[in-house]
């Protein structure tokens, strides 16, 4: 059975100033059921792969397909497929993910039975 990519980036790069290249052409294709994990210091450009893969930022150059769709013209759609949090997460630590997802329910106007489905 063959795997379908759900994110791929082709020659993906972004500066913040003219002299500072955060991240320069990055090719990245992970598979569907495939965990991965962005390690590197500070600066190294972890959050910002993943603000541009989000549609946080803008790309300044090459492409972002997510789940074989081009981020650009699809990010609405893409994005009610994807659940994300970069840097901290604003919970309550004193609450269970459960209960956390029952707190901020009502503020998206999800359905009850949305905890469920996103908890299994």
């Known amino acids: 059975m063959q795997q379908s ?3 791929k ?3 993906l790069s972004y500066h913040y100033a003219k002299d500072v290249q955060t991240l320069f052409d990055i090719d990245l294709n992970v ?3 495939s ?3 962005f390690l590197g210091p500070n600066g190294s450009g972890k959050t910002t792969t993943l603000s541009l893969l989000l549609g946080l930022l803008n790309k300044q150059q090459g492409d972002i397909e ?3 769709q081009h981020l650009h013209s699809n990010r609405v759609d893409i994005l009610k497929r994807i659940g994300s949090l970069i840097e901290a997460p604003s ?3 004193h609450l269970t993910a459960k209960e956390n997802l029952e707190v901020y329910r009502p503020l998206y106007g999800a359905p009850k039975e949305r905890i469920t489905e996103v908890l299994k």
């Open 5 to 7: 990519s759900v994110i």
């Open 9 to 11: 980036t082709t020659a």
């Open 31 to 33: 598979e569907k059921g």
């Open 35 to 37: 965990i991965y994990g």
């Open 66 to 68: 997510i789940f074989g």
């Open 91 to 93: 919970l309550y630590g």
